[in-house]
Nanobody, 125 residues
Framework: QVQLVESGGGLVQAGGSLRLSCAAS????????MGWFRQAPGKEREFVAA????????DYATAVKGRFTISRDNAKNTVYLQMNSLKRADTAIYYC??????????????????WGQGTQVTVSS
């Protein structure tokens, strides 16, 4: 069983930055593909970014490409999401997810086995 705990959310003005962290336990972290998803009120949970075991392969949603960066530190069992140039449209609960079945960063939330509790990100104008 994998436990995931997100942190780093908060309130930020448009154009600002935040860094989210997700600490994992209960599994060999370096064998987990890690993903970030988000869910805004009234909307479905959507893919944001994912990273392979070694960090060598990454994938981003079109809406965040060039503004967000996913990274991981396998020594610290932690994955990060650096969010720059934030927009009001980025307001959502951000979830960390883990996939222990392959080394492919994937976009479909149904392929992820484990989820954190989420952290709120609010971007004000």
């Amino acid at each position: 069983q994998v436990q995931l705990v997100e942190s780093g959310g908060g309130l930020v003005q448009a154009g600002g930055s935040l860094r989210l962290s997700c600490a994992a336990s209960g599994h060999t972290f370096s064998n987990l593909v890690m993903g970030w998803f988000r869910q805004a009120p009234g909307k479905e949970r959507e893919f944001v970014a994912a990273i392979s075991w070694s960090g060598g392969r990454k994938d981003y949603a079109t809406a965040v490409k060039g503004r967000f960066t996913i990274s991981r530190d396998n020594a610290k069992n932690t994955v990060y999401l650096q969010m720059n140039s934030l927009k009001r449209a980025d307001t959502a609960i951000y979830y960390c997810a883990a996939d222990g079945t392959s080394d492919n960063p994937r976009r479909y939330r149904y392929l992820y086995d484990y989820w954190g509790q989420g952290t709120q990100v609010t971007v004000s104008s």
